[in-house]
């Protein structure tokens, strides 16, 4: 009883208050059109005050926190091996590439400016992967402090735009181009940033190229589990000194191995569409309260701070992963 006390009087207002603002985002995309996670960071940092209020602050981190990662771990609902499988080794190549080269990129371009290597895995991931999940998933592993928080909210609102325009311009970069509609699934699928910018290029060509758009896209999301895992175990590394010297050691991310289990459960029982469907929905809500609690936890003040070179940054990503996925599909023939 006093645990259900002590949630209600120190979690709850915050949790509420990170719904409410999920709720209104997903009500304002339906209907009126535009990212829903854009609609969250926005609404969230309009009540950044709520950050500091006592009872809010509580459950407001929780959802920051715990929750992304709950979101994050039913990612695996999306994903099978025999989806993987199905598209060949060509696509499966030019996805690792594409990952692991934009993140290579981010790291370069930030090598010599103010921001740090962390700020270049993060956007180099985000525009990798799979855009705002991804950078929400690779911050809850990176070094907490007031500089991750910051990146985090502006990387995830600057690829999200990023992704928004892309959804436009790439199918008609695709027909200027004269790709067949699996080269322009694939093109799609391995170069916008979010699974829902994604989905609307692709069935926008065509039925087929929407499938093929989706199950690359997909690919590329699970890509999250070794690229997170490979942070986890570098930034561990970098910080065993301050872990002998007495500090807190960082927690083991056990909504990586959420996601691995899930991945393989979806992989090898036949779960019913209706299940499957819920919990890719609970795994949205739980992503979209987690962006619009970070909202909260974020001032325009702190955004400004960051200055004009990240936005190159993330811009520079974008474009070499779509010339990268370009070329691969011309010189390789996929």
Sequence with gaps: MKFLTHIYQEKLPGLLAALMIAITSVFLSNHY??????????LGIAFNFL???ERCKDGIDLASK??????????????????????????VIL????????????????RDSQADSAFGCLT???????????AMALSSVLPQNEDNERNTIFTVITVTAMSTIAMVVYPMVAALFGL???QTGIFLGATIHDVAQVVGAGYSVSDPTGDTATIVKLLRVAMLLPVVMVVMMVVRTHSRKAQQ?????????????GFVVLVGLNSTVAIPSEISAFFVDMSRWAIVMAVAALGMKTSFGALIKVGYFPVAVI?????FLAILCLSAIFVFGM
């Design 33 to 42: 059109g535009g990212p829903t996670m854009l609609f969250a960071l926005l």
């Design 51 to 53: 950050s500091d209020h």
């Design 66 to 91: 715990k929750i992304l990662r709950l979101g994050v771990a039913l990612l695996g609902f999306r994903i099978s091996v025999d989806a993987v499988v199905g598209l060949g080794i060509g696509p």
């Design 95 to 110: 996805v690792i590439v594409g990952v692991a080269a934009t993140i290579a990129l981010g790291l370069f371009l930030t």
């Design 124 to 134: 180099g991931g985000s525009v990798a992967i799979c855009g705002a999940s991804a």
């Design 180 to 182: 067949d509609e699996q």
């Design 245 to 257: 010297s007495g500090a807190a050691k960082l927690p083991f991310p056990w909504f990586v191995l």
């Design 315 to 319: 811009v520079a990503e974008t474009v």
